[in-house]
């Protein structure tokens, strides 16, 4: 038996999607808006999908420890004697979020800097299967968005990173969306 693990542990993987699933988190967001012609429609649905969004980043703050691999022991001994916790601890929680819940996106960073992480996803499985699902006029109002940007807010939020999350493409318009954290220190 090797003395290290390398790659992420695929158990861990799929018990988080058994969790919170992409189309678990679309079953729950068509039946929240089945029928309803309530003015509030699109707050309720930000709030379904940035509660979701919590949901998946909390579980993946609280349990990571548990599942690393060699990889990941060294970027936390690195960050631990360096001080420097992003970009590399932030990211590999967030590569988690992918790998769990969408393993078969196109997606690629575009800079990952002590400064800045952006990624562009170009084929995401939750955007389609809304299309899919709900239409494309509701896709192009971008909900999942708010679970995006959930997940992202709580990963640097619980890694003590200060950061200004935006979306500076989407795939609704651009065909793709370039999601870009920037670090921010307080003046």
Not at 83 to 89: D, K, L
Not at 100 to 127: G, H, M, Q, T
Request: charged share 35%; net charge negative; hydrophobic share 35%.
């Amino acid at each position: 038996m090797a003395k290290y693990q390398y790659g992420l542990d695929l158990d861990f993987l799929d018990s988080i999607e058994e969790r919170v699933s992409v189309d678990s988190l679309l079953s729950g967001y068509l039946e929240k808006v089945k029928g309803e012609d309530s003015s509030n429609k699109d707050e309720d649905v930000k709030k379904y999908f940035s509660t979701k969004g919590k949901t998946l980043a909390e579980i993946i703050c609280d349990e990571e420890k548990n599942h690393r691999d060699r990889m990941a022991e060294v970027v936390y001994e690195v960050a631990k004697k360096t001080g420097h916790i992003f970009p590399s601890i932030p990211q590999r929680l967030l590569e988690i979020s992918f790998y769990a819940l969408r393993p078969d996106d196109d997606w690629i960073y575009k800079e990952v800097s002590s400064n800045a992480i952006e990624y562009e996803v170009r084929d995401c499985e939750l955007f389609n299967k809304l299309k899919e699902k709900a239409g494309d006029e509701e896709a192009k109002k971008m909900p999942c968005w708010n679970f995006c940007r959930t997940v992202s807010d709580i990963i640097y939020d619980k890694t003590g990173v200060r950061v200004k999350v935006s979306m500076k493409k989407s795939l609704a318009n651009d065909n793709r969306c370039v999601i870009r954290a920037e670090c921010y220190s307080e003046v």
